[in-house]
């Protein structure tokens, strides 16, 4: 067991004299290790951090009707800099599949954030630059330690397209009582990138130099003023036909989630609903040009309940769960007029499994993963999963 | 080992301190939670001069906790399991004080904010 309270010390504090016969000095004082510190306790179990922070995901799956597969699915890197108490600067820099290469299919290197904060009240702070879309549990909470499941659930990969990230501006900050928001204008999607079996995933423009003839307006509305609940409420609204003038297209989301621990249980919950506008017009305008009809969707739903529980006693410094997660997820929910629905896109999924934390920041997992559809002519997958995910 | 090398560190620093602020126990204790990406409470109400105990666990990874203004605390918070850090404040002056995790911990480390509002006592009769 460790103890972090070792370091007493007290400072007594010199502040701006006030303005009425109120002590000026501001005693203080503290027992934990002092971040200016941190490294230099002597004790090798402490954490020893260096000037960069991250988070690596590292898999084999296995799926029932096909080889295995290993894969270092991804290598991130965080930074961050405050130039004073108002302003600081955040930077994620995200290399998935470990390999990229020019003109070759594989890895991805993505800069998924680099954002200049302004911090102004706790009301109202403004932010600039590569920015996350606020937008359910995962995306802006994907460290691999602190989801369960090797990989991220279904619904965060083809109805909400984690991980969402693009060139943006807004706001953000505290409502008070435990309320707090964001709301960016963000780089529209692009309609043209819109698939029939992932949904948006290929959509957003990430940043580079990214068409801004309409812009994406997102946000988020939460609570986290109760120990052991976190509730949210966000959505994503824009228009996405800049590679489509004549005629246009939208997208629409709205999401709702969330996140509950009491004593060894845990559970959570998301929901998701995407509204395509225009989703008739860009099928038949896709298909003149490509010979090939996308199929996209007028709507596209997915939600997922999952509990959790801690199994190892807190005396223990090692801690582990077992899981179980069900999801339901449709990525042709309403098809235009015209358009017929696939039933291979109409799938659910249980995810069955433990992560054991050999130390709070390293997690090994174990899942089992049985997706079905609704068709009978095209078989859904079923894998048995290990992975390793660590954080920095 | 690291616990009688800090140890000694620590007296020496107590016995450094002016006043003798260790002797007074804390009127008060407040317990918060800090979790990627929130502190709960992060709205902490005090007195202007009550002396307060901040006990601060982590239910995942390390955090950092800095008082942004009085003092310029900053501390680390250890991992889930792993202890606990310990703050105690006495502040003289009323007003609004940020707090927030200066311990890059992920996607969201920068909405890991709070305020600590310090409460002017009430005029006497």
């Known amino acids: 067991m460790f103890l972090a309270c070792e370091v007493v010390a007290s400072i007594c504090l010199t502040a701006v004299p006030p303005a009425t016969g109120r002590p000026a000095t501001l005693p ?14 002597g004790s090798s179990n402490a954490p020893q951090s260096g000037p960069v922070s991250g988070y690596m995901d590292f898999h084999f799956s296995k799926p029932t009707d096909g080889p295995g597969v290993i894969d270092f699915h991804r290598f991130v890197l965080l930074f961050s800099h405050r130039f004073s108490d108002r302003l600081r600067f955040v930077g994620e820099l995200e290399l998935e599949h470990a390999v990229v290469e020019g003109l070759e299919p594989g890895g991805e290197l993505e800069l998924e954030q680099a954002y200049v904060d302004f911090l102004i009240r706790p009301e109202i702070n403004f932010r600039a630059g590569m920015i996350l879309a606020p937008v359910g549990i995962i995306n802006e909470r994907h460290e691999p330690p602190v989801f369960h499941g090797v990989e991220r659930p279904f619904v965060d990969t083809v109805i909400i397209p984690t991980t969402w990230f693009d060139a943006g501006a807004g706001v953000h900050g505290s409502l008070g009582r435990g309320f707090r928001y964001r709301l960016y204008a963000m780089a529209p999607l692009d309609a043209t990138e819109l698939r029939a079996e992932e949904g948006l995933r290929g959509a957003a423009q990430h940043g580079s130099e990214a068409q801004v003839r309409n ?67 860009l ?72 992560t054991y934390w050999v130390d709070p920041d390293v997690a090994i997992k174990f899942d089992y993963s049985h997706v079905r559809s609704k068709s009978t002519v095209v078989p859904a997958p079923r894998s048995i999963n290990v992975g390793l995910g660590w954080w920095f | 080992m690291r616990s009688a090398s800090l140890g000694l560190a620590g007296a020496l620093l107590m016995a450094a301190s002016p006043g003798g602020h260790q002797d007074r126990p804390p009127a008060r204790v407040v317990h918060v939670v800090a979790e990627r990406f929130s502190f709960t409470p992060s709205e902490i109400t005090i007195d202007e001069g009550s002396r307060v105990e901040l006990r601060i666990t982590s239910e995942d990874t390390t955090h950092g906790f800095r008082l942004i203004g009085p003092g310029d605390i900053d501390v680390e ?49």
């Open chain 1, 28 to 41: 203080v004082s503290v027992q934990a290790p002092r971040l200016a510190q941190s490294g230099t306790s």
């Open chain 1, 215 to 281: 812009v994406g307006w997102t946000g988020r509305l939460e609570y986290v003023g109760v120990r052991g609940l976190q509730t949210g409420v966000s959505f994503w609204r824009g228009n996405t036909g800049f590679n489509t003038p004549n005629f246009d297209t939208s997208v629409g989301l709205f999401e709702l989630d969330a996140r509950f621990s009491r004593g060894r249980f845990e559970a959570r919950g998301q929901h998701a609903h995407v509204f395509i506008g225009g989703a008739g017009e």
């Open chain 1, 283 to 354: 099928n038949d305008a896709v298909g003149r040009t490509t010979g090939v009809n996308p199929n996209i969707a007028d709507q596209l739903r997915g939600s997922y309940v999952e509990a959790a529980y801690r199994v190892l006693p807190a005396r223990f410094p090692h801690d582990a769960a077992v899981f179980v997660r069900y999801e339901d997820f449709d990525t042709q929910f309403r098809m235009p007029a015209g358009f017929v629905k696939l039933p291979q896109f109409d799938r659910d999924a249980w995810v069955v499994g433990a």
């Open chain 2, 77 to 125: 918070i250890p991992r889930r399991r792993r202890g606990e850090a310990r703050v105690v404040i006495e502040i003289g002056q009323p007003g609004e004080y940020i707090f927030e995790c200066s311990k890059l911990c992920g996607a969201g480390h920068g909405f890991m904010r709070g305020t600590l509002r310090v409460r002017a006592k009430a005029a006497a009769p």
